[in-house]
């Protein structure tokens, strides 16, 4: 047995929502060193086109398309229009956000923009694209969901934030059971506090916050972004082949404890 070949992706074309910075562009980095060709899907156009450039001068087949993955119909499109003539063999469902709010001082549009970007646009983009894989009986779908799917963190008790990411990790099982007999895995990774933008503000202006995540965390520090994109790798490439609705944590311990 190769068991490097296993990870090996050329021939691949995977799209990344949210691959314009932090764990999507370092995932986008991870396929596209194992030989993927890549488009980058991100609402920030800017963004979107410096990464795929970014991914273009290491060597990376890159592309770019900005696009709100929040809005079924213009995901549908891109769906219909990328798989055309290619496949879409591989989709990472990673777009996110966080806006850390107590329950009582949520608000409804909080609430239905955390729902529509964290939970409804990887259903969206799941089932526009996984639509083509059935057709073509093979592909990957690997959702980014987060410690948060499975515990409630502390201090921040993020209800929307959580609640979202519990969903991702349904909607993952459940579509691994629906689709594994179309050839077609759907799996999870759940990371723990990882040091992008979305962690900056609590690490750089709440030193409460921040310690007491270091102190729930038993490998004691954030995790780095390509840290969740080997799992990643792991679970879009062969090597997971006899994985389907895995949720896999990268979170230094922070659900153990
Ligand atoms: P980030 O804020 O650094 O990057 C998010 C990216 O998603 C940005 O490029 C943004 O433009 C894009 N995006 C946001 N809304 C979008 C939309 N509607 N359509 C298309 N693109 C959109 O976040 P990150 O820390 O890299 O997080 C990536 C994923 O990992 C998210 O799903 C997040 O919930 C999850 N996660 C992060 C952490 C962490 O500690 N950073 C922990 C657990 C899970």
Redesign the pocket.
């Known amino acids: 047995m190769d068991y490097l070949k296993k990870f090996d992706l050329a021939g691949k074309r995977a799209l990344v929502?949210?691959?314009?910075?932090?764990?999507?562009?370092e995932i986008a980095h991870a396929l596209g060193q194992a030989g993927a060709a890549i488009v980058i899907?991100?609402?920030?156009a800017n963004?979107?086109a410096a990464a795929a450039a970014k991914l273009a001068s290491r060597g990376v087949v890159a592309s770019y398309r900005p696009?709100?993955?929040?809005k079924s119909d213009a995901v549908t499109a891109l769906a219909d229009e990328l798989n055309a003539n290619e496949s879409i063999d591989i989709l990472i469902n990673?777009?996110?956000?966080?806006r850390i709010a107590e329950a009582l001082d949520t608000s409804d549009a909080d609430w239905l923009a955390t729902m529509?970007?964290?939970s409804d646009?990887s259903f969206w983009c799941a089932r526009a694209f996984g639509r083509h894989m059935i057709a073509r009986r093979r592909g990957a779908i690997v959702n980014?969901?987060?410690?948060?799917g499975m515990v409630v963190t502390q201090p921040q008790n993020n209800t929307a934030?959580i609640t979202s990411?519990g969903a991702v990790h349904m909607m993952t099982k459940s579509l691994a059971c629906a689709w594994a007999k179309h050839n077609v895995r759907v799996n999870a990774v759940?990371?723990?506090?990882?040091?992008?933008?979305?962690?900056a503000p609590p690490k750089n202006e709440n030193s409460f916050q921040y310690e007491r995540w270091l102190e729930q965390t038993p490998l004691g520090r954030?995790?780095e972004?390509h840290e969740?994109a080997s799992a990643v790798l792991f679970l879009a490439s062969p090597a997971s082949s006899y994985c389907t609705g895995t949720i896999l944590s990268v979170d230094g311990g922070y659900t153990s404890m």
């Open positions: 929502t949210g691959g314009g910075r932090g764990i999507g562009l899907a991100d609402l920030d963004s979107a696009i709100d993955v929040a990673n777009a996110g956000i966080a529509r970007v964290n646009a980014i969901g987060s410690m948060c934030y990411k759940a990371p723990g506090y990882v040091a992008t933008e979305m962690t954030l995790g972004p969740v």
